[in-house]
């Protein structure tokens, strides 16, 4: 594979009349031949109430997969920290550590948790400019989406009231963090002196990831705690820069890493000619808006359930950003985009997710995308 290598992100997407357990099997089989293509790692997102994505427990999924696999890393991308434990947390991966040693990663996300607070000065004065929606080596950077509405809507209200205990308040993230840190290295204690030992759980050989899509909370904390960190050009792609900037900016050296590590995420489709790649990602702008729109992830449709959509200036709009920095087409012409973005974010690593109506055009997809990977090595 080329010096930069390539992982995986999958949500566990279900296709327009299949099934939750055909999507499972169908996860599990793409990380048997990703793992076989040559990608590093293999993550899984956790997500709620979606309609077309099974992902909802990575844990779950990854003691699944990690039977069928052999070599591949395996992590969250991420754990939702806003309606979890610290000990909780440590508890499932110290299981799976247990059973699997050296395998894991863990990648921690706020999702659900308190209201991050405006992004510092410092963080957004990064060193890439950015002239009318392009950095200077020619990667897209759109206007920034406004969440408010998404995270105003009641399906978002829904998620708190089933996914935390009543009356329940998210613990600092930070503060997390350092629990999950402490527990895991069995240091740590209560201000009176009362120890906590995880077992299994202390000592378990995990790579731990902070994963943000800004420059703020998120990147500062991984870089604070010298820990690696993935950006989300796929989910925010306005902010891309501004967080891997972020984070270099408040890294601090650690025993883990003595130099900032940084993955970016990309969303491509791969086929061997464009016009066939954007005929299999014609169904992505439709999944994006029932995303966007607040009402969940719809099953992943055909294109031609895709093209019967009438869509409005308010659909468009809504999933204008994640369209237009997909990287669809030919392996030579998303390879070219996906170096482009390594060089725009300094990225150590791509992250690649990859979502087709048909699981044989995804496993091509991904086995194109190495191919042509390999050969620029």
Known sequence: MSTTPLAVLDLVPISSGST????????????????RFGYGRYWFAEHHLN?????????????????????????AGAVQMGHRTALATVEEFGLLDALHPGRFDLGLGRSGGRPAPPVREPALLGRTAVVDGYTPNGL?????????????????????????????????????????????????????????????????????????????????????????????????????????????????????????????????????????????ATGYGLWVRSIRSGDGAIQFPTPDQARA???SEQDRTLVQDRVETQFVGSPQQVADQLEILRDATGADELVITTITHDHADRVASYRLLAEEWGRRS
């Not at 939750?20 to 793992?35: G, K, M, P, V, Y």
């Not at 779950?60 to 696999?69: F, G, K, P, S």
């Open 20 to 35: 939750a357990r055909q999507a499972l099997h169908n996860s599990i089989d793409l990380a048997r031949q990703t793992e």
């Open 51 to 75: 309609p077309g994505v099974a992902g909802t427990s990575p844990a779950v999924v990854l003691a699944l997969t990690a039977a069928a696999t052999s070599q591949i890393r395996l992590g």
């Open 140 to 280: 897209r950077i759109p206007a920034k989406f406004d969440f408010r509405q998404l995270l105003g809507s009641p399906r978002f209200a829904l998620h708190k009231k089933l996914l935390q205990q009543p009356n329940a308040e998210a613990q600092d993230y930070a503060e997390q963090i350092d629990d999950i840190l402490s527990l895991i290295a069995g240091s740590y204690r209560t201000a009176d002196g009362v120890e906590a030992h995880v077992v299994p759980g202390e000592g378990a050989d995990l790579q731990i990831w902070i994963l943000g899509s800004s420059g703020g909370t998120s990147a500062e904390v991984a870089g604070a705690n010298g820990l690696r960190f993935a950006a989300n050009y796929h989910v925010s792609p306005a902010t891309v820069v501004e967080a891997a900037e972020g984070y270099r900016a408040a890294f601090r050296p650690s025993a883990v890493l003595d130099r900032p590590y940084v993955s970016v995420s990309a969303d491509v489709v791969v086929a061997r000619d464009e016009a066939t790649a954007r005929e299999l």
């Open 309 to 311: 959509h009438v869509w």
